[in-house]
């Protein structure tokens, strides 16, 4: 039995269709998010997923994220030739983490952010509490649990590790996304000041722009295995 689909070439890969749809991330991880996403990448010809490859010397914070997406995306007199052809029906995503450590550093900056990419049609910001690992979690958990940790971000990472041997694994694991969507928005809950609330997501948002796309082949690879 093939054990989940994973992207070693269970299929063959075709070139995309015109009417493809590129969904543009961003995101401050330069390594755990990229893998993550990439997975979906090799699922359907229709879906072109772009995680930009932050180099080592680029401001991650979430100001500096911001400006290299417009960078990269918004075409004007002063950057003429961004990285990226953003085309209609194409999806901006900036991915940020709260990180309670660093909040009140951040929290300015994430504000600023939401209210600059509110102003631009097809981009969006999620923002994870406190890190992207509590979407990992929930691919494997329905209810949110609480534990202390004196490391809040390294005590998520090593709770995503434990909950399957060998830790979650980019390759295989994305194919519960439809799963992680429902517990994540289910456990979803947010403080006034709209940021999510200690392990809660918004990433389930993005997610659901991915799903119609791959829905139809991760349902046969869950079904042929009996994961469903």
């Known amino acids: 039995m093939t054990m989940l689909l994973s992207r070693n070439r269970l299929f063959e890969r075709k070139a995309p269709s015109r009417e493809a749809k590129s969904i543009y991330i961003f995101c401050e991880g330069k390594r755990r998010e990229k893998h993550y996403f990439d997975y979906f990448k090799e699922l359907d ?11 080592e010397k680029e401001d991650n914070s979430p100001l500096g994220l911001l400006k290299i997406a ?10 003429p030739n961004p990285i990226y052809n953003f085309q209609d029906n194409d999806e ?18 994430i504000e600023h952010i939401r ?31 609480v534990f202390e940790s004196s490391d809040f971000c390294k005590g998520w990472k090593d709770k995503v590790n434990q909950a399957i041997p060998g830790g979650f694994d980019s390759r295989k694991h994305p194919i519960f996304v439809q799963r992680a969507t429902v517990h994540a928005e289910k456990n979803f809950k947010s403080h006034e000041s709209g940021h999510p609330s200690v392990g809660s997501t918004e990433v389930y948002h993005l997610s659901k722009s991915i799903l119609p796309l791959v829905h139809d082949k991760i349902k046969d690879a869950l079904e042929k295995n009996g994961l469903e």
């Open 92 to 109: 901006v995503w900036i991915v940020l983490d709260t990180d309670p450590d660093k909040h009140e550093s951040r929290k300015e900056q």
């Open 70 to 79: 417009q960078r990269s995306m918004l075409e004007s007199d002063d950057n």
């Open 115 to 145: 209210n600059e990419v509110s102003k631009l049609e097809a981009w969006s910001v999620t923002e994870s509490n406190p890190c992207f690992e509590v979407w990992l979690y929930y691919h494997f958990h329905e209810q949110f649990e």
């Open 45 to 55: 010809s229709r879906i072109n997923v772009e995680v930009y490859e932050l180099d």
